[in-house]
């Protein structure tokens, strides 16, 4: 997995906290596309590296120019999204009953991420999800990048918060039950595993923070970020809005000092957040937790 941060539009995300017109964030940085193994380079096929899921698709019967496509599809450089994204395109749209289409939407989910095309990552996200019900790599980016990026689509928000809630939920429900794919080591499954269910957490946490469910969100956000090697500074600054919202002074002021210790555009809402967050624990009773 990787992490793709946009940290122009992040500031605008601050932007849209700050004045309460609503929280958009996919372009807006922070979400962690899956990555599939590297292809095996022997044979004149490319075996298929499962997206982390417990469904299993049917096989279709090999065709031997479909294989080439998808093993051209693999063999393209990661680093080079464009492409990746106009061979999947073009494959998902020549074999529309192909056994590789799992991992076609599941990479394309991602890309679709890196270079901010929310509506086309929902829509073949979805396709995803249709087909493969327990792919918990797709279904916690789109929990986590459909809140974030609300105002970017023509979608009902609430139709739209309803289902990243119902994939988020799913992520953390499914993830702990996967087997261990045979072509990851333990400690690479244990982490992709941990980014997983800290991207649906954190998909979570900000979708209580846009119903005004603060308190709910507290838990959610704490343990994204406990279990994020590289923790979201967005998920610092959402913490410290929910504990200050909900009278917990010091710990608003404990994340808001997080993210604002961090350069960048976030940095000066966070620390605008700490001061205010500090002066109102000197004047006013805290909450008990």
């Given at each position: 997995m990787i992490r793709k941060w946009n940290v122009g539009i992040a500031g605008a995300l601050v932007a849209m906290l700050l004045c309460g017109s609503g929280i958009a964030r996919a372009q807006y940085g922070g979400a962690k596309p899956a990555q599939t193994p590297a292809p095996s380079q022997t044979g004149t096929t490319t075996p298929a590296p499962k997206p982390l899921t417990l469904d299993t698709a049917a096989?279709?019967?090999?065709?031997?120019?479909?294989?080439?496509?998808?093993k051209a599809y693999q063999d393209s450089p990661a680093a080079d999204v464009k492409k990746k994204i106009e061979l999947g395109e073009a494959f998902a749209q020549k074999y529309p009953q192909s056994r590789y289409l799992p991992i076609i939407y599941n990479t394309l989910t991602s890309a679709y991420v890196q270079t901010g095309q929310v509506q086309k990552m929902e829509e073949v996200g979805d396709k995803e999800v249709e087909l493969n019900p327990n792919d918990v790599q797709v279904l916690a980016v789109l929990g986590q990048t459909i809140p974030r990026a609300l105002k970017s689509t023509k979608q009902d928000p609430q139709t739209e918060l309803d289902k990243a809630?119902?994939?988020?939920?799913?992520?953390?429900?499914?993830?702990?039950?996967?087997?261990?794919?045979?072509?990851?080591?333990?400690?690479?499954?244990?982490?992709?595993k941990n980014m997983t269910l800290a991207m649906a957490h954190s998909g979570l946490g900000l979708i209580y923070v846009q119903r005004g469910k603060y308190a709910e969100a507290i838990?959610?956000?704490?343990?994204s970020i406990k279990i994020d090697p590289t923790p979201d500074l967005v998920n610092y600054y959402l913490l410290g809005l929910a504990n200050l919202k909900t009278s917990h002074f010091e710990d608003a002021a404990a994340a808001y000092t997080k993210c604002g210790a961090a350069p960048g555009p976030m940095q000066q809402a966070c620390q605008k957040g700490a001061e205010e967050a500090k002066k109102r624990a000197s004047t006013e009773l805290s909450a008990p937790k």
């Open positions: 096989p279709a019967p090999v065709n031997a120019e479909e294989d080439a496509a998808f809630e119902r994939y988020s939920k799913r992520a953390i429900e499914v993830t702990p039950t996967l087997p261990k794919p045979e072509n990851l080591t333990e400690e690479s499954f244990t982490n992709a838990p959610e956000l704490e343990q």
